[in-house]
């Protein structure tokens, strides 16, 4: 998977809250600690942000999802970077 350059710049500054605002507009500052401190770790360990990854922890603060969720949806996204064909439910 080729890195934008855009994204690359962006990567140098841990600025979630101020790429996706709309995102962050939903939790109290309890929840909003709950998400940014793991994904700050995870910037920390090289992990780039994106949207999907950041709308989906928020999504499992809020309640809006459960574990369950959150981890196929994990799954998924992985597979898409790998290339992984998706189960078929066998």
């Known amino acids: 998977m080729k890195t ?3 994204e690359m710049v962006m990567a140098e500054k841990f ?3 101020e790429r996706w605002p709309e995102l962050f507009e939903k939790l ?4 909003r600690d709950q998400v940014v401190q793991p994904l700050a770790g995870a910037w920390h360990e090289g992990w780039i942000p994106n949207r ?5 922890l928020i999504d499992l603060v809020r309640g809006a999802i ?3 969720e959150y981890m196929r949806r994990g799954r998924k996204a992985a597979e898409r970077q ?3 064909p998706p189960e078929t439910g066998r």
């Open 66 to 68: 459960d574990g369950e």
């Open 4 to 6: 934008h350059p855009r």
């Open 15 to 17: 600025d979630i809250e």
């Open 82 to 84: 790998v290339g992984t």
């Open 52 to 56: 999907e990854d950041v709308e989906d």
């Open 28 to 31: 109290d500052p309890s929840q």
